[in-house]
């Protein structure tokens, strides 16, 4: 492990993970184990647990940090609809500035290919911008349809009145059917 006192690359005492037997000072014959810990890895720094009150308390102690905390979110999910509008919108955009970019050093460059990607960057921008506008007539289509009932211009209130009337009448229906059935098909007006 040590080659002239140094410490050899690759040995557990490097990274701190080894235990060590140190003799005490008194000259006990007794050992005792100390395990040397990440932030002590020199030996003239002093490993936690060094015999104080404020050290066997943390060592009673383990500190448990977890690598994540999960907080609630802070805003509701996006709606499908509208995510999948804005990851469009973003590639589109992406590959609109990478597409201008392009067409400013091949116009530095002095290359023939600096007028059709100067073209097609701007034809690219307008696309961009139609992907952007898809984006917020996306959500405000289906904040409408589906979003807040209270709100008077939502058209939310007649489509869930128009499906619970739609429930209303197929749960009749087939109470009807039900009720045919368990009397045995009496009521019809024609026999087999």
């Known amino acids: ?34 395990r040397q810990g990440p932030e002590a890895l020199d030996r003239d720094i002093p490993a936690p647990g060094d015999g104080t009150a404020e050290s066997a308390a ?9 690598l994540w905390i999960e907080e609630p979110a802070r805003r509701r999910r996006m709606p499908d609809p509208v995510r999948t509008a804005a990851v469009r919108a973003v590639l589109i955009i992406a590959l609109t500035m990478i597409q201008a970019m392009v067409a400013f050093l091949c116009t530095l460059a002095g290359s023939w290919l600096a007028f059709p990607m100067v073209i097609s960057s701007v034809t690219s921008t307008v696309v961009a911008t139609w992907a952007a506008l898809d984006v917020w ?51 019809r007006l024609s026999h087999p």
């Open 137 to 187: 007539v996306t959500r405000q289509v289906w904040n409408q349809r589906n979003g807040v009932v209270s709100a008077p211009s939502s058209t939310a209130r007649s489509l869930r009145r128009e499906r619970s009337r739609a429930r209303r009448q197929a749960r009749a229906a087939e109470r009807t059917q039900e009720r045919i059935r368990r009397q045995g098909g009496t009521g």
């Open 1 to 34: 492990m040590r080659a002239s006192g140094l410490l050899t690359v690759g040995s557990e005492t490097v990274t701190g993970t080894v235990e060590r037997h140190v003799a005490p000072e008194d000259g006990d014959a007794a050992r005792r184990t100390v």
């Open 58 to 66: 943390a060592n009673e102690q383990p500190h448990y940090q977890p």
